[in-house]
C-alpha cells in the first residue's frame, strides 16, 4: 500500500518546539501516512502571518497553531475557513482548562516559556558543565554532576547526556575502556546519580563498525569484535552491580526514553540524598 501525504502548516509566536513536538508524536501514530512539514516560528506581525498565509493558499493542509495574539489567531482562522483547511489552536483547550480551573485568566504573552529567567540560566549552565565533563573530561570534581553515565564505547552516553543538560541537570559522562580502571571519584560520589548505559553486543558493534567506516579507519580491530565486546559488557554489568547502580539498556530507546527513565532515578536519588 502507497504511502499518502498531507500537507501540514505550524505557526507558531515563538521557537515552534511545542507544535512540532505535539504534530509528530500524533502523526506517528498513522502508518502509511506521512505530513509535509511547512514550519513558520516567531510570527508576531501582520506581515510575518501574511507570508504564512500565502503558504497555506498554496499548499491548504492541517494547519495547527500557538498564537496567544488574539488579532493574529482571528485572521489565520478565517483564511483556514477559506481555505477549507482543519485547523487547531494547540495551546487553546489547555488554556481554557488552566482558566476555568483556576478562576483566572491568561495574559498573552509570546514566547514566555522561554523568558531570561532562573530556569533558563540553570540550563546553560548545566550545558556548560556538560560539555566540559564530555567523554571522561575533569574527573575531580564529578560529584558536582547532578548525573553521571557511565558505559562501554557507543552506549549513546554523550546525546543523552546533552539532553540532560537541556532539562537543566549538569551530567557527566565516563567511557569504559578496557584495561583502564574507571576514576575512583565514582566509588566516592555522593550527591551524583550514577547511571549505567548498556546494548546488545550486536547493536554496539554495528554502531561502532559505522563509526569507523565514516572514519576511514580498519575495521580488524577488537573494538568491533563480537566475542570482545561482549566482554565489555559484561565486565561492565559487574561493575554497575557492584556498585548497586541503575543499569538502563538503550538498544531499542530513543535518546528521549532513556532521558525519561534516568530522570525518574534522578527524583528518587534526590529524595534519598536530602533524607540523609
Known amino acids: 500500500m502507497g504511502r499518502s501525504y498531507f500537507h501540514l ?9 511545542t507544535l512540532i513536538t505535539v504534530a509528530r508524536a500524533v ?19 501582520n506581515t ?14 492541517i494547519v495547527l497553531y500557538t498564537l496567544v495574539e488574539q488579532d493574529l489567531a482571528h485572521r489565520l482562522e478565517e483564511v483556514c475557513r477559506n ?31 522561554h523568558m531570561l529567567n532562573a530556569e533558563y540560566f540553570k540550563r546553560i549552565d548545566a550545558m556548560n558543565f556538560t560539555l566540559l565533563h564530555d567523554d571522561g573530561h575533569l574527573p575531580h570534581d564529578l560529584d558536582e554532576a547532578d548525573v553521571i553515565l557511565v558505559g562501554v564505547s557507543r552506549t549513546s552516553k554523550t546525546p543523552t547526556a546533552v539532553y540532560l543538560a537541556n532539562r537543566g541537570l549538569k551530567t557527566a559522562n565516563i567511557p569504559l575502556v578496557p584495561g583502564v580502571p ?3 571519584v565514582l566509588e566516592t560520589a555522593r550527591k551524583a546519580l550514577i547511571v549505567g548505559l ?5 547493536r554496539i558493534v554495528q554502531i561502532r563498525q559505522n563509526r569507523l567506516l565514516s572514519l576511514n579507519a580498519d575495521d580488524d580491530t577488537s573494538y568491533v569484535d563480537r566475542d570482545a565486546v561482549a566482554e565489555e559488557l559484561a565486565a561492565s554489568r559487574r561493575l ?3 556498585n548497586g547502580w541503575p ?29 540523609e
Open 182 to 184: 574507571p576514576p575512583s
Open 27 to 45: 502523526v506517528a501514530q498513522y502508518e502509511g501516512v506521512a505530513a509535509i512539514e511547512h514550519v513558520y516560528p516567531l510570527v508576531r506581525s
Open 9 to 17: 502548516h505550524l505557526v507558531s509566536d515563538s521557537t515552534g518546539e
Open 83 to 113: 481555505t477549507g483547511s482543519p485547523h487547531l489552536s494547540v495551546l487553546e483547550p489547555v488554556h481554557a482548562l488552566l482558566s476555568s480551573y483556576l478562576g483566572t485568566h491568561s495574559t498573552a504573552r509570546p514566547g514566555a516559556q
Open 247 to 275: 543499569v538502563i539498556d538503550v538498544t531499542r530507546r530513543s535518546i528521549e526514553e532513556t532521558a525519561a527513565a534516568i530522570i525518574d532515578h534522578y527524583r528518587d536519588h534526590r529524595l534519598r540524598f536530602i533524607a
Open 240 to 242: 554497575f552491580a557492584r
Open 198 to 202: 548498556v546494548a546488545t553486543p550486536e
Open 48 to 61: 510575518q502571518l501574511e507570508r504564512v498565509i500565502s503558504e497555506i493558499e498554496t499548499a491548504p493542509g
